[in-house]
């Protein structure tokens, strides 16, 4: 489950930071940062942070995670107020109240860990 | 030739009159998972009912996700850019790394760059304030202009333990942004008093904390090491125990029981205490190196302009005492933090707050 330390050192200020890529032409904001915009193919890119507060698009449950993992596990798809979107687990939330729409927000959680290598990255959790 | 100096006689070194050091912004994070402590009592069978609750970490929350959501919070109450922090100084007992620093970690996650000193502090619950102290230095050296001190604290205590480490110990996180500039309560000064005294500890192999809690302990551990820093704080910065509003402490294992003997030893009332204290004693707990920032994040939640704040940290041994000053700006950053967190809780059973303290680990079937 835990990502190569080499990719994930790479991928940190998106993990962590919430980095983005924001195309000045169309106005696109793709999760994680890229070099080309996906919509208009132009290379004119800013770095931005994703907006912290969005809602969910769609979601899974999943009752059978690898060891040490929360059981059951809501992973979902969250677009964010200035619409990028993410995907990501939830976290302190029962899987009978998750719902398409409903507003979450963007924590620091622990991912996972291997090899006493503690991953840390973010989560949703609904607003209350 | 020897020159003995009274053993009463303190350098008078006064931080008033040199450049200031303030705190700028302050946040705390107080994990919405809470216990009744009568659902402690009843899982042991204990024939008493405690009143209150503490808190507990959810299953994927520790010391460093908890630094994080506190870090932001005071980061974005300073009104300042993680960028422009020139430290990062972070205080806990219960990092996940043996070796290797977490305040990399949080530094990273607020956007603090490269080039600022990213220090941990650990080996007692009085970590937090000894970062405070590093801070507090730094800034009014010109090192640094913006510092970021977190306090944070994951306690385990052993389950079904006689000592009551069960009824007190929980999780939370406090951080200050300290600065020269804007400050909304002034750091005046500090003093420390410590010796070897070993009261609580935890051995390199240990998951949960070791403590000897009796009389001695409590008189000439907690109660006399606190007293000397106030003590010798008032003798500092030539205060009397009248000039300060509100006094705030590191969480004692029995708070009523150790606050109300310490009071009277350093000149101040219950009322003093109260205030600060009873939101940290009533619902979230000692969450060791968090404890005492988290009691004065409540206290600047409704002091206000020129009041005074004691603030003494203990932890195995080591007591740091300050003055803290409030000034006019507070008016303006007004917030009420400590009571938000407070309010925002869902009720957890025994069996899920062991699991959420990985206190037992669940089976596997072959599959």
């Known amino acids: 489950m835990a990502t190569a330390f080499p990719d994930f050192w790479r991928l940190s200020p998106s993990i962590y930071r919430l980095e983005a890529s924001k195309c000045k032409k169309c106005g696109k904001i793709m999760f994680p940062t890229r070099k080309i915009c996906i919509e208009c193919g132009s290379t004119d890119l800013e770095k931005v942070e994703v907006a912290r507060k969005g809602k969910?698009?769609?979601?899974?449950?999943?009752?059978?995670?690898?060891?040490g993992a929360e059981t059951p596990a809501i992973y979902a798809?969250?677009?964010m107020e200035d619409g990028a979107r993410l995907t990501g687990y939830l976290t302190e939330c029962d899987p009978k109240e998750v719902k398409v729409d409903m507003p979450v927000e963007i924590v620091f959680r622990r991912i996972s860990e291997e090899e006493g290598r503690v991953e840390y990255g973010y989560k949703f959790r609904p607003i209350r | 030739m020897t020159f003995f100096l009274p053993s009463h006689v303190i350098p008078v070194i006064k931080l008033s009159d040199g450049p200031k050091a303030g705190i700028v912004g302050y946040g705390v994070y107080i994990p919405w998972c809470r216990i009744k402590l009568s659902d402690i009592a009843e899982a042991w069978k204990l024939p008493m009912k405690p009143p209150g609750e503490k808190t507990v970490p959810y299953y994927d929350e520790d010391a460093v996700t908890m630094a994080v959501e506190a870090a932001l919070n005071a980061i974005k109450h300073a009104k300042i850019d993680g960028s422009e922090l020139g430290a990062v100084y972070v205080g806990t007992t219960s990092s996940p790394y043996l070796e290797k620093q977490v305040s990399t970690i949080i530094a990273e996650v607020v956007g603090a760059s490269a080039s600022a000193q990213r220090i941990d502090f650990t080996g007692s619950a009085r970590a937090s304030t000894a970062a405070l102290i590093?801070?507090?230095n730094a800034i009014r050296s010109g090192e640094v202009n913006y510092?970021?001190?977190?306090?944070?604290?994951?306690?385990?205590?052993?389950?079904?333990?006689?000592?009551?480490?069960?009824?007190?110990m929980s999780a939370g996180a406090a951080a200050l942004v300290l600065g020269k500039d804007s400050i909304i309560a002034e750091i005046e000064g500090f003093a420390t008093y410590s010796t070897d005294f070993t009261e609580r500890w935890k051995n390199v192999e240990d998951q949960v904390p070791r403590v000897s809690l009796s009389r001695f302990s409590r008189e000439f551990g907690y109660i006399m090491?606190?007293?000397?820093?106030c003590k010798s704080l008032y003798e500092k910065l030539n205060l009397k125990p009248s000039d300060f509003k509100y006094a705030v402490f590191t969480e004692p294992p029995d708070p009523r029981g150790y606050l109300m003997r310490l009071a009277p030893k350093i000149g101040l009332t219950p009322a003093h205490i109260?205030?600060?204290?009873?939101?940290i004693a009533q619902f979230i707990g000692d969450c060791g190196c968090a404890s005492v920032l988290i009691a004065l994040a409540a206290v600047l939640?409704?002091?206000?302009?020129?009041?005074?704040?004691?603030?003494?940290?203990?932890?195995?041994?080591c007591s740091d005492?300050?003055?803290?000053?409030?000034?006019?700006?507070?008016e303006a950053k007004r917030q009420k933090i400590v009571n938000t967190y407070i309010n925002k809780k869902t009720y957890i059973d025994y069996p899920t707050y062991l699991r959420f303290l990985k206190l037992y680990q669940m089976m596997y079937g072959m599959r």
Do not use: N, Q, W
């Not at chain 2, 079904?160 to 480490?165: K, N």
């Open chain 1, 56 to 67: 969910i698009v769609t979601y899974t449950i999943s009752y059978i995670m690898p060891r």
């Open chain 2, 274 to 279: 109260m205030a600060g204290m009873m939101p």
């Open chain 2, 301 to 317: 939640d409704m002091a206000k302009p020129r009041e005074r704040i004691l603030m003494a940290s203990y932890g195995s041994g």
């Open chain 2, 147 to 168: 510092g970021l001190v977190i306090g944070t604290d994951v306690l385990v205590p052993p389950p079904g333990d006689r000592e009551g480490m069960e009824f007190t």
């Open chain 2, 225 to 229: 090491h606190v007293e000397k820093a």
């Open chain 2, 134 to 136: 590093a801070c507090v």
């Open chain 1, 77 to 79: 798809v969250v677009e």
């Open chain 2, 321 to 330: 005492a300050f003055s803290i000053k409030v000034t006019d700006a507070i």
